[in-house]
C-alpha cells in the first residue's frame, strides 16, 4: 500500500478504485469497455502510463472469468474460429507497446480519444458496418488495427465489437468471443509492458489493488445483464464512452 500512496494521494486512489468498480458492472453487462473506461477514467486523474498500467490485471482476469462461463471447450473454439485476428492482433500489439515510452503523451492521448470518440458516434448513430461473410483479408486488417491501438493504450474492444456486430455473431458466442480476445490480448499486454517498463515492481501494486473492485463491478454486471434489456444499457455504455473519449480528445488539444 505504501508503493501505491508514493504514486498517488489516498483520495486519488479511492477514486481509482471507483472507476475500477463501474468498468467493471460495464463490463459484465455488455462484454466489453473496461479497458476504454479505465484507461479514460483513471487517465482523468493519474498519468496515462500509470493508468495503461493499472488497467492490466484487472482486465486480464475479468476477460478469463467471461471467457471461460461457458467451459474451456467453448473458449478453444472460438479461439481456432478467430485466430487470424488473434495472431495479427498479437504481433501488431506487441511492436505498438514499445511506442509507450517514445510518443508524447498530447499525441497519445488524442490516439486513444478519437477512435473511442468515432466508435461511440458511429454506433449511436446507427452506422454499423455490414459484412455478407468472414473475410481472412478483413478479419487481418481489423485484428491489425486492434492490436495496434492496444498495445500502447490497454484499448483494443471498439474495432473487436464493430468486427463482431458486421458479422452478426449471437449474443451469448460474440460475449464469449469477446472475451477470449480480449483476454489472450490482455495476456499480450502484461508480456509486451514488462518489456516495455511500464508494468513494473511500482507500478504493479496498484493495478493489482484495482482487481477486487473491478471484480465486485462485473459480478453486479452480469447480474444486471441477466435480467434487464442489454440493448438500453449498450447505448448508456456509448454514450459513457463518447463523453470519456471526448474528454480525453479535450487533454490532448488542451
Not at 468498468?23 to 482523468?44: D, R
Not at 463491478?217 to 448508456?236: E, I, N, W, Y
Request: overall charge positive.
Amino acid at each position: 500500500m505504501d508503493s501505491i500512496f508514493s504514486l498517488m494521494s489516498p483520495e486519488v486512489f479511492a477514486l481509482c478504485l471507483a472507476v475500477a468498480v463501474f468498468a467493471g458492472i460495464i463490463k459484465g453487462m455488455v462484454g466489453f469497455a473496461m479497458p476504454m473506461i479505465l484507461v479514460s477514467g483513471l487517465g482523468s486523474i493519474v498519468g496515462p502510463e500509470l493508468a495503461l498500467a493499472g488497467l492490466i490485471l484487472p482486465t486480464l482476469a475479468t476477460n478469463g472469468w467471461q471467457a471461460l462461463r461457458q467451459g474451456p471447450r467453448a473458449a478453444w473454439e472460438s479461439m481456432v474460429r478467430f485466430r487470424v485476428f488473434l495472431i495479427i492482433g498479437f504481433v501488431a500489439l506487441v511492436v505498438s507497446a514499445q511506442l509507450v515510452r517514445v510518443m508524447p503523451e498530447r499525441l497519445m492521448l488524442a490516439l486513444i480519444g478519437v477512435p473511442i470518440t468515432l466508435f461511440a458516434v458511429t454506433q449511436l448513430m446507427g452506422k454499423a458496418l455490414v459484412l455478407p461473410s468472414a473475410s481472412l483479408k478483413v478479419e487481418a486488417a481489423i485484428g491489425g488495427f486492434a492490436g495496434f491501438i492496444g498495445g500502447f493504450s490497454g484499448v483494443w474492444g471498439p474495432p473487436t465489437v464493430a468486427y463482431l456486430t458486421a458479422l452478426d455473431t449471437p449474443k451469448k458466442e460474440q460475449m464469449r468471443i469477446q472475451g477470449v480476445i480480449y483476454g489472450l490480448g490482455a495476456a499480450a499486454l502484461v508480456g509486451a509492458h514488462i518489456a516495455s517498463g511500464v508494468f513494473s515492481r511500482e507500478t504493479a501494486p496498484f493495478s493489482a489493488a484495482l482487481l477486487i473492485p473491478a471484480g465486485i463491478g462485473m459480478a453486479v454486471g452480469l447480474k444486471v445483464q441477466d435480467r434487464v434489456d442489454q440493448a438500453t444499457f449498450r447505448k448508456v455504455t456509448l454514450v459513457v464512452l463518447l463523453v470519456a473519449g471526448m474528454n480525453l480528445v479535450r487533454r490532448a488539444v488542451m
